[in-house]
């Protein structure tokens, strides 16, 4: 069964930095977009960052542009999100997803495969 499986979330101050993985098993790595979406509580689900399959094309959403950085090895079958400068408002439940298609650039709960969230809390 296809899972997405994130992890590095946890506790940090304000400021500090964190490495959010994602990894892929059972489906080819290279043929999917990924994204990394965030949740806080009593808000919906919000796009953070992008990439294409080759890592060529990126997206951000302004709220982290400058502060975090999406990458990926597909020999590894592994996504990273590199949190820097975190704040506050960056707190949420952080999750992967992949998609055959579409690069993720917004929030769209029709992606072919979600994981199931790491928890990124900042302290201020």
């Known amino acids: 069964q296809v899972q997405l499986v994130e992890s590095g979330g946890g506790l940090v101050q304000a400021g500090g930095s964190l490495r959010l993985s994602c990894v892929a098993s059972?489906?080819?790595?290279?043929?999917?977009?990924l994204g990394w979406f965030r949740q806080a509580p009593g808000k919906e689900r919000e796009f953070v960052a992008g990439?294409?399959?080759?890592?060529?094309?990126?997206y951000y959403a302004d709220s982290v542009r400058g502060r975090f950085t999406i990458s990926r090895d597909n020999a590894k079958n592994t996504a990273w999100l590199q949190m820097n400068s975190l704040k506050p408002e960056d707190t949420a439940v952080y999750y992967c997803?992949?998609?055959?298609?579409?690069?993720?650039?917004?929030?769209?709960?029709?992606?072919?495969?979600w994981g199931q969230g790491t928890q990124v809390t900042v302290s201020s």
């Open positions: 059972e489906l080819t790595f290279a043929n999917y977009n």
């Open positions: 990439i294409s399959r080759s890592s060529t094309i990126t």
């Open positions: 997803a992949a998609d055959r298609i579409r690069i993720p650039r917004n929030y769209d709960g029709t992606y072919d495969k």
